[in-house]
């Protein structure tokens, strides 16, 4: 795996300004911004099949947009547990409230509302869990559909976990490395952006440009690092 290649390949692109300020710009409008995540989509195809320029162009905004819905109503899916774990808790201390307000059922309330803390707390920690579930099975989904192209490729759960299994070393190195590059991307722009937010009018908008390309860029290395994954994975099988 090249891994200064996916920290490199964007300033490689003699377009890169103009390919990732668009995007920039895009990501930052919901809705429109499932375009984005096609666009990186198309970064993880152009990578698996060896482009010499792997950043897209904006042509075909339609693909990107319906690439980034299907991915964004998937996600819905992957999120529907998270729902319950926010929403169990906070129903039964509503129910507590209620009950509560009847002098008469006041012990029955506070008993409700132990319970709904109590559960609050261990659906948390499934919460925390499945966080880091998701945030390493994803990148999987992302491979497969990029090869696919369809909302029923994001749930072929078999195949994500064979794609993992049996390429454990590079796919943990790419989930790795993507998280630290994210963390000290992050990092790096939001201390910057602190100082030129001291500037009046011109520092705040430099601190927003440096902001948005901070994320643009680090998501734009997860695609890379993930696109090398789904090469190697393919020449594999």
Sequence with gaps: MNINKAFSFPFEDKQWISKLGIGAVIS???ILNFAWSGYLVG?????VSNEEEPLPHWDNFEK???DGLILFGAGLVYSLPILLVICLPMGIMGISGAVSGNGDLQDVGEVIAGVGG????CLGGLF???AIFLSI???AILVVFAREGTFASCFKFREVINLISKNAGPFFTAWGISLVAALGVGFVAGIVSAVLGWIPCVGW???LVISMGSTVY???VYAHLFGQFGAMAVSQN
Excluded at 43 to 47: A, P, S, T
Aim: avoid cysteine; hydrophobic fraction near 65%; charge should be positive.
């Design 218 to 220: 680090a998501t734009a």
């Design 43 to 47: 970064i993880l195809r152009n990578v």
């Design 205 to 207: 908008v430099a601190a």
């Design 28 to 30: 930052m409008v919901p």
């Design 137 to 139: 099975v994803y990148p």
């Design 128 to 130: 925390f869990v499945y």
């Design 118 to 121: 109590f559960l609050g707390l």
């Design 64 to 66: 990107k947009f319906m």
